[in-house]
């Protein structure tokens, strides 16, 4: 097992991160899917950052900065969602829809 | 002081009295009609007795205006309503009058204060300044004109640099040779004795301050132009003598026929102006200056066709500005203006501008045959023209304005054959005479009351015996009777005509000059002989003018008796011919002018009293006094002559000549048809356009943003999912191209 096997994990995760954002209408399962394709792409940038020579620990730190901005975007994103939760009494973001049109 | 010193201070005289007509002229007045008097601040001095009414409109506020002080119609007011005073005018938007005027300015417009009874009497004293100003000015001018003249000095002085930016530099600098030495003449001496005249044909109106300021602006341009040594000076003090001459012809503001008449003289000068500006600008895109002296050094480097364009495209300004066919008809309506004005503008200096500068030109037109002929064309035909315009008209500054187109024309004539002299002699002896004719109308129409028709005057020698005496020598010299000015100068026109072999000009010069003498003497005896016909009331009041405008009728009777004499002996080698010597050598050695075959080509032009030359001056002469005899047959011993005279022109044309003549061969009606009408119909299609096609584009250009808008609506589903499906794609799609493109 080598980059390879990180990076099949790596898309798997991804693909199944972007099918909850798009599938599911909770509004809270969105955040985790979000959640998921960041550690995705976390994943590989720690691969990338072992296997490959000369890439001098840039996807590590990389990886470091999207996890803060993660933390960040988990924070801001769930105190909107629950916002909008206790206003709307409801998790379903079909129900969202006021800005159409 | 130097005589450079006074060169400069000539024009900048009258431009001080500008100014302080301008700041000082209102405050120097005292009008009857405002209950204070002593504390004068400028624009209280004016509307004093109308704060109150701040709020109104204007057209009223003019109103309470008119009837808070006056107890009867003034004078001018009469004049503006009088049923003959003057012709609705094509180009004039009558109502547009009242609505412009600011009511700062309103003042003025014949509102006369002597009418008040036993209030306290005006005062007038804006006159003062600016009239010791142009005196002084008159002085310094003689002392150059005695310089130049009898010194045969020529003077240069450059004041400073105007504009000087790269390769284009102007100078403020004045040229005063023999050709500018007698429009100095001209233009100071008649800009005097018109001054001195306004202050008794003025008086009484309220405007009077803003009449000298006007005046004092237009004397300044005036010298400008006339003593600018480039193109761009010419030009500055030509358009502001335009400006001049609108502001004065409309002065009665009010009167909507006078600011008709002020906006049709500024329109059609503009016509003329614009081709003047073009060839100033030929001259400088292809010579690269605009000096005078460099100008005409090096014209003879262009090909014939430039200077052909720029000698036709400075003609074309000095059509319009010297009113001639086909340009001439702002002249007869530049009537409206007060007739000091006339006298002034219209008829002895801004006018002439256009000969003037043709004259200093001379160079230019000298060396294109195609530019001679068009000016001695123009001249001929618009002399002609004319006259057969005066010859109907009733009322008598009409009579006098079409005289002067003819006179005017006369003058181009002679130029564009090449008799330069002749014309500059025919410019000084016409300003002087013309200006004496136009001022005695004027003495005239203030004693009569208004009266300027006529058809309704008659018998006035009895009563106006100094205005008679003057006004008669003036047609005189008009009518080309011997030792009076006009005689020699248009003689010598038609003798130079003769000699350089344009005998069919000179055939019409001779019909000119008998309709001239005819016309004018039909005027003098409709106005001066037979019997009053106007109504009884206005004979009881029927006075000879004040001493302030008989004054300057004797004065110009001298030069219009004398000018001749002095300048013009012997005939076609007069005095005036050694002061111009050296302004037209060049074109006088180049014989420009001169046709093949004539006396002039075979050398032998001399001028001989008991040869071919005697004779001409007696043919001259004949026609002058047949004129006067033919107009003492129809209009004094025998008044039934014109209707059987208009009854026995075969094939019943007359009544229809005569028609065509009164209404001045339709040339306004055409005008008006064509450019007034014409710009309306063009207007209207202008406005379609722009209300169909332009406003069309804007507004489809909207409709098609909301049309496209509505269709990118529907994607805007309000889903998070649906976005970020479309983010989806968008990331996909991009991988997919980059993969696709990447090989």
Same mark, same amino acid.
């Given at each position: 097992?080598?980059l ?21 209408r909770?509004?809270i399962?969105?955040l985790i899917?979000?959640e998921?394709?960041?550690?995705? !792409? ?9 296997y ?16 803060? !901005? ?6 801001v994103?769930l105190a909107?969602v629950?916002?909008i939760i206790r206003?709307?009494?409801t998790?379903? !973001? ?8 | ?6 060169i400069? +201070? ?10 302080f007509?301008v700041?000082? %002229? ?5 009008? =009857? ?5 002593d504390h ?8 004093g007795?109308?704060?109150g009414h701040?709020?109104?409109?204007h057209?009223s506020h003019a109103?309470?205006?008119d ?7 003034s004078?001018?007011? @009469?004049?503006?309503?009088?049923p003959?005073?003057?012709?609705a005018?094509d ?20 509102? *006369?204060g002597?009418? *008040?009874?036993?209030g =306290?009497?005006?005062?007038?004293r ?11 000015g008159?002085?310094?001018?003689m002392?150059?004109?005695a310089s130049?003249?009898?010194g045969?000095?020529?003077y240069?002085? #450059?004041v ?12 403020i ?12 003449? *001209?233009?100071?001496?008649?800009g005097?004795l018109?001054h ?6 003025m ?12 005046l004092?602006?237009f ?24 400006l001049?001459?609108y502001?004065?012809?409309?002065f ?8 008709g008449?002020?906006?049709?003289a500024?329109?059609?000068?503009r016509?003329?102006?614009?081709g003047?500006g ?11 200056? &605009?000096?005078?002296?460099e100008?005409f050094?090096?014209?003879?480097? &262009? ?13 074309a300004?000095?059509?319009g ?8 008809v ?6 409206? %203006? ?5 006298a002034?503008?219209?008829?002895a200096?801004?006018?002439?501008a ?6 200093r030109?001379? =160079?230019?037109f000298?060396?294109s045959?195609?530019?001679?002929w ?8 618009? $002399?002609?023209?004319a $006259? ?10 009409k009579? +006098?304005?079409?005289?002067?187109v003819?006179?005017?024309?006369y003058?181009f004539? $002679? ?18 005479f ?15 009351s ?8 008659g018998g006035l ?5 100094w ?8 047609? &005189?010299?008009?009518?080309?009777i011997p030792?009076?000015?006009?005689f020699?100068?248009?003689?010598e026109?038609?003798g130079e ?11 019409v ?9 005819f ?5 003098i ?5 037979g019997r009053? #016909? ?24 001298? /030069? ?5 004499l002095?300048?013009g002996?012997p005939?076609d080698?007069?005095?005036?011919h ?16 001169i ?12 001028f001989?009293?008991?040869g071919?030359g005697?004779?001409?001056?007696l043919?001259?002469?004949?026609? %002058?006094? $047949?004129g006067?005899w ?12 014109p209707? #059987?005279f208009?009854a026995?022109? /075969?094939?019943?044309?007359? /009544? ?5 003549s009164?209404?001045?061969y339709?040339v306004?009606d055409l ?10 119909l063009?207007?209207n ?7 169909k096609?332009i406003?069309?584009?804007v507004n ?13 609506? #529907? ?5 998070v @999912? ?10 996909v799609l991009?991988i997919v ?7």
């Amino acid at each position: 097992m080598g980059l390879q096997g990180y990076l099949i994990v790596s898309t798997l995760l991804f693909g199944i991160g972007a099918f909850g954002f798009l599938a599911r209408r909770n509004a809270i399962l969105m955040l985790i899917c979000i959640e998921l394709m960041l550690n995705a !792409v976390n994943l590989s940038l720690i691969a990338f950052n072992a296997y490959l020579p000369g890439s001098s620990n840039a996807g590590a730190i990389f990886a470091l900065l999207v996890m803060a !901005v993660a933390a960040a975007e988990a924070t801001v994103g769930l105190a909107l969602v629950i916002a909008i939760i206790r206003t709307r009494q409801t998790p379903e !973001v079909d129900e969202y829809s006021d800005l159409k049109d | 002081m130097p005589i450079e010193t006074l060169i400069a +201070l000539i024009p900048a005289l009258p431009l001080a009295g500008f100014l302080f007509a301008v700041l000082a %002229g209102a405050r120097l007045d005292r009008l =009857p009609s405002h209950g204070h008097d002593d504390h004068g601040d400028g624009h209280a001095d004016d509307h004093g007795g109308h704060s109150g009414h701040g709020g109104e409109t204007h057209a009223s506020h003019a109103e309470t205006d008119d009837s808070g002080f006056r107890t009867g119609p003034s004078e001018e007011e @009469q004049r503006a309503t009088s049923p003959h005073a003057g012709h609705a005018d094509d180009l004039a938007n009558s109502n547009g009058a009242d609505g412009v005027i600011p009511a700062e300015s309103n003042d003025g417009l014949g509102q *006369v204060g002597h009418v *008040v009874e036993g209030g =306290p009497q005006p005062v007038y004293r804006s006159w003062m300044v600016p009239t010791a100003l142009v005196a002084v000015g008159w002085l310094f001018s003689m002392i150059v004109f005695a310089s130049v003249v009898f010194g045969g000095n020529t003077y240069h002085v #450059r004041v400073y640099e105007w504009i000087g930016s790269g390769s284009f530099r102007i100078q403020i600098a004045f040229l005063v040779d023999g050709l500018t030495a007698m429009l100095l003449l *001209v233009v100071s001496t008649v800009g005097l004795l018109v001054h001195v005249y306004s202050i008794g044909y003025m008086n009484g109106d309220r405007g009077m301050w803003r009449f000298f300021a006007y005046l004092n602006l237009f004397m300044f341009s005036m010298l400008l132009l006339i003593l600018g040594d480039n193109f761009l000076m010419l030009y500055v003090g030509w358009e502001a003598v335009g400006l001049c001459s609108y502001a004065l012809i409309g002065f009665w503001y009010k009167k909507p026929s006078a600011a008709g008449a002020a906006k049709k003289a500024f329109v059609v000068n503009r016509v003329g102006d614009f081709g003047f500006g073009l060839g100033i600008m030929m001259i400088w895109t292809l010579l690269g200056t &605009l000096d005078f002296g460099e100008v005409f050094a090096r014209i003879g480097s &262009l090909s014939p066709v430039a200077i052909t364009v720029i000698g036709l495209l400075l003609f074309a300004g000095a059509i319009g500005k010297s009113a001639q066919f086909p340009l001439h008809v702002w002249l007869p309506d530049a009537m409206e %203006g007060p007739t000091p004005v006339s006298a002034l503008i219209h008829a002895a200096t801004m006018v002439n501008a256009g000969v003037y500068m043709v004259a200093r030109t001379n =160079p230019i037109f000298s060396a294109s045959p195609t530019a001679m002929w068009a000016v001695a064309g123009i001249g001929v035909f618009t $002399a002609i023209f004319a $006259a057969a315009i005066a010859l109907t008209q009733n009322d008598i500054k009409k009579v +006098l304005a079409y005289s002067t187109v003819s006179q005017l024309a006369y003058m181009f004539f $002679a130029l564009g054959i090449g008799a330069w002299v002749a014309a500059i002699f025919h410019l000084v002896s016409h300003g002087f005479f013309k200006g004496l004719l136009f001022m005695g109308s004027g003495s005239v129409i203030h004693g009569a009351s208004g009266e300027q028709d006529m058809r309704y005057l008659g018998g006035l020698r009895d009563r106006m015996k100094w205005t008679y005496r003057t006004m008669v020598i003036g047609s &005189l010299a008009l009518a080309g009777i011997p030792i009076f000015a006009g005689f020699f100068s248009k003689d010598e026109i038609l003798g130079e005509a003769f000699n350089r072999g344009y005998y069919l000009f000179y055939a019409v010069g001779v019909v000119v000059a008998f309709m001239t003498a005819f016309y004018t003497f039909r005027m003098i005896y409709m106005t001066f002989h037979g019997r009053w #016909r106007g109504p009884r009331d206005a004979w009881r009041h029927v006075h000879e003018s004040a001493p302030t405008m008989v004054a300057p009728l004797l004065i110009l009777a001298v /030069p219009t008796i004398l000018a001749g004499l002095l300048l013009g002996l012997p005939p076609d080698g007069g005095a005036i011919h050694g002061w111009l010597e050296e302004v037209f050598r060049g074109a006088e050695e180049a014989g420009a002018g001169i046709l093949p075959g004539s006396i002039a080509a075979a050398g032998n032009a001399g001028f001989a009293l008991f040869g071919f030359g005697g004779l001409l001056l007696l043919i001259g002469a004949s026609v %002058g006094v $047949a004129g006067i005899w033919v107009a003492h047959g129809w209009y004094v011993r025998d008044p039934e002559a014109p209707a #059987r005279f208009v009854a026995r022109i /075969p094939f019943g044309l007359g /009544p229809g000549m005569y028609a065509a003549s009164v209404n001045k061969y339709y040339v306004d009606d055409l005008y008006g048809l064509i450019w007034a009408r014409g710009g309306v119909l063009v207007a209207n299609a202008l406005w379609w356009f722009d209300a169909k096609v332009i406003d069309g584009a804007v507004n489809g250009a909207g409709w098609l943003a909301q049309r496209i808008g509505g269709l990118l609506r #529907r994607a805007q589903t309000g889903r998070v @999912q649906n976005y970020g499906l479309g983010m989806a794609a968008g990331l996909v799609l991009v991988i997919v191209a980059y993969l696709v493109i990447r090989p």
